[in-house]
């Protein structure tokens, strides 16, 4: 061919089966150029502009890790919902320091090279019999694949950030009138005038199938969506390098028979597998089974029916899941809920003249200044009558009339007075140190919410999908 076009250089269709050629070879390297897919950008992420290279990211990642147990690492590693928010927590940490140390330069903060010096000289790590040394130092840095700089730059953005945070995270002193107005509301205790209007007290006649009828077209049943799901599973010890690898291999020979069409039950019994189903699984009602973890049933309920799933790594070994049957939410028959529906029409009829009766009570209680059937109670924030009751009582103004709305009864209540506690200096010392620490909370996630609004992170999805993971 090449003969051809040496011979036939001028002719027209030569010279596209040239260009073509070019376009073959050089075109790569061009749509990387044009694309930005050149494979030096190793830029993961930036933060107010600046770039975070996937090396500072694997830097922190790597740091984090160090902190957690065996146990807490292996289920990251198998749990694809833990890793997420492990690499979650790793992008806040890294942006959240370099948005702090970005701050604190345009404040103006220098971290000398003697400072830095000195705080490299006292880790214990670099130091041979109590004093610097630099083959301890160097052996660090061959071990841990870091460089001089790589120290140096770290240290020096530690101090930033510790400088720039320092007003964030300073303890605000309360003052007492503070501390005794939130003293005063939680200790409190409120008197109240109460009369209970119980729904079970008013008789109802039955409903006809008509009115019923009506009611279920204005309260219809929802049916939940159910999945009929199958999985076959591969036992291995997972913490154990050989029986892993073991593991893998069988669980990738049953993998690529079920991708040929095999059935999962066949395939599990060809390679010594587990095969299980479970019928109708829905969020509301979930199989007893330990193998199908929060992480599974994620995946369970993102699946299209017929779909297999991708090898899935469990604590216990390898599994792949298949939707066999989806069967969408939709409403319930009228007939199969007829007999639930009477019990439902009859509760809501006998909350009707509850709340009649209720109304009729406040308007007395408004008019004269007395409760019908009322009694007087004492109540707390947290104990003396029902819940709804002591939220109402005070969420309200002292001598407030109103209607509480219960689980099974309605409340008509008058607050009648209040009582401060008395003044206990040492619950009060408590109360100042809880105040003080939600105070600096507040602070610092201001301070947090500034610094994310002056200096945006930015991820470069590609860069994070290929590497982070």
Do not use: C
């Not at 971290?111 to 004093?131: C, L, M, T």
Request: cysteine-free.
């Amino acid at each position: 061919m090449l003969e051809y076009l040496r011979n036939a250089a001028d002719k027209p269709v030569a010279k596209i089966l040239m260009w073509i050629l070019i376009f073959s070879f050089v075109g790569w390297g061009v749509a990387e150029w044009v694309f930005g897919l050149t494979s030096s950008d190793t830029t993961i992420m930036r933060v107010g502009g600046e770039k975070i290279s996937i090396n500072q990211y694997s830097s922190v990642k790597s740091n984090e890790l160090s902190k957690l147990s065996r146990e807490e690492q292996r289920t990251i590693y198998t749990d694809p919902n833990a890793m997420a928010t492990f690499q979650g927590r790793v992008v806040k940490s890294l942006s959240s320091m370099k948005q702090t140390e970005m701050h604190a330069r345009d404040l103006g903060y220098v971290v000398s090279d003697h400072y830095v010096a000195n705080q490299i000289r006292n880790i214990p790590q670099f130091q041979s019999d109590g004093k610097f040394s630099t083959v301890a130092f160097d052996a660090v840095l061959r071990n841990s694949g870091l460089t001089e700089m790589d120290i140096i730059n770290d240290f020096r953005m530690q101090k930033l950030y510790e400088m720039a945070a320092m007003p964030a995270n300073t303890i605000i002193n309360t003052p007492k009138f503070a501390i005794r107005a939130v003293y005063n509301a939680r200790g409190a205790s409120r008197t109240l005038d109460l009369a209970t209007v119980k729904f079970s007290d008013f008789k109802v006649k039955n409903p006809t199938d008509q009115e019923l009828a009506e009611f279920y077209k204005q309260n219809p049943h929802r049916v939940a969506e159910t999945r009929d799901v199958s999985y076959v599973m591969v036992s291995a010890e997972m913490d154990k390098p050989d029986e892993y690898e073991k593991g893998l291999k069988i669980a990738q020979k049953l993998e690529d028979d079920i991708i040929a069409g095999d059935e999962l039950a066949a395939v599990a019994k060809k390679h010594n597998a587990t095969y299980t189903h479970h019928d109708k699984v829905s969020a509301a009602k979930l199989p007893e089974d330990k193998n199908i973890t929060d992480a599974m049933l994620a995946r369970i309920f993102a699946m299209d029916e017929g779909m297999e799933s991708e090898l899935i790594e469990t604590k216990k070994g390898f599994i792949i899941v298949r939707i066999d049957k989806i069967t969408p939410e939709h409403n319930a028959e009228f007939d199969a809920v007829k007999k639930d529906l009477v019990s439902e029409w009859t509760r809501t009829e006998q909350r009707k003249a509850a709340y009649v009766r209720a109304n009729e009570l406040l308007v007395d209680l408004n008019k004269t200044g007395k409760l019908s059937n009322g009694k007087s109670v004492t109540v707390s924030r947290t104990d003396g009558a029902a819940t709804p009751v002591l939220v109402a009582a005070f969420h309200k103004n002292i001598g407030d009339n109103s209607i509480v709305d219960g689980d099974n009864e309605f409340y008509v209540m008058h607050i009648a007075g209040e009582k401060l506690p008395v003044a206990d200096d040492k619950k009060m010392d408590a109360m100042r140190d809880e105040v003080s620490k939600l105070s600096a909370q507040r602070t610092k996630a201001d301070f947090d919410s500034y610094l994310e609004r002056k200096y945006p992170v930015e991820i470069n999805e590609k860069i994070y999908n290929r590497f982070a993971k």
